[in-house]
């Protein structure tokens, strides 16, 4: 710490160290309390236009993307024996699980993501259309403990907003980011949103973490060219 209260090594350091350690004191609280303030009202008008969409319109957009996901996996090398996460729609998202069975059946390994602990990174639990799911953290649909625990290579996250740069709005709890900030080597992560969602940015604070690319009823929407 110096004389004048700052410290006199740049924020980042820790988080290279280990890059599951994220500092709150190197953002300043008034604009992050802006921005928690700004997302919060964005989350009710996104999961509004989403509800606008009916579930016919829905479907329409679910159906889509599963179109689309297949081609993409198949292009980033995902085949057989490689570990997908996916996730149980909750709140009108993109619902992909016939695409899950229909990986699970070519040989595509299958997890879903199970909030353990709060506060803390996801655990992936493998799923098969076989699966017995028991209700999770907010009543989210999971696999049950005894389920094998996973290390995904590849990762769906639902978005119910984005942006041109591959940043995601999730429902606010933080746990994908922490997830992402854990593993290493990161997975491949692939945002699933209507088009609609889109945001001009999300205004990206340090602890966000963009995604790979961003696949929606149009196809890829949005791609980072370096991981
Ligand atoms: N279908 C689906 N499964 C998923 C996710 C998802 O987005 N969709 N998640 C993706 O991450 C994880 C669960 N995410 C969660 C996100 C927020 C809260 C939650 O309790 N939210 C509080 C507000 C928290 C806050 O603002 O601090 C709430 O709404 O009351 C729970 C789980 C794992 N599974
Ligand atoms: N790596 C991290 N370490 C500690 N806290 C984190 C980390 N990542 C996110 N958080 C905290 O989680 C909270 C919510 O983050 P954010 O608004 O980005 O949620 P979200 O990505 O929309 O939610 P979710 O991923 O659950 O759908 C923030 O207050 C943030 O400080």
Redesign the pocket.
């Known amino acids: 710490m110096t004389k004048n209260g700052t410290y006199s090594s740049p924020p980042c350091t820790a988080a290279e160290v280990d890059p ?3 500092d ?1 004191l190197g ?1 300043d609280p008034e604009q ?1 309390r802006d ?2 303030r700004w ?1 919060r009202a964005e ?1 009710a008008r996104l999961a509004g236009l989403r509800e606008g969409l009916g579930q016919a319109g829905r479907a329409q957009v679910s159906d889509r993307i599963a179109g689309h996901l297949g081609r993409v996996l198949a292009t980033r090398g995902v085949r057989r024996g490689c570990v997908l996460s996916g996730y149980w729609p909750i709140k009108g998202e993109p619902d992909l699980r016939p695409a899950l069975a229909d990986l699970h059946r070519a040989g595509v390994t299958i997890a879903l993501p199970v909030v353990e602990k709060r ?1 803390a ?1 996801l655990v992936f639990r493998r799923w098969t259309p076989e699966t017995k799911l028991v209700r999770g953290d907010w009543n989210i649909p999971v696999p049950p403990p005894e389920a094998d625990e996973l290390t995904p290579d590849t990762a769906l ?4 907003g984005w942006d041109g740069a591959c940043f ?15 593993l290493v080597p990161r997975p491949l992560t692939i945002g699933i949103a209507p088009f609609t969602a889109r945001l001009p940015t ?1 205004f990206p ?1 340090p ?3 963009p995604l790979d690319l961003i696949l929606t009823e149009d196809g890829v929407a949005a791609e980072r060219k370096h991981r």
């Open positions: 599951a350690y994220f709150p953002v992050a921005v928690a997302r989350r506060a990174p996250a639902p978005c119910l995601r709005l999730g429902w606010g709890g933080g746990y994908f980011d922490r997830t992402l900030a854990a999300i604070q602890h966000d973490i």
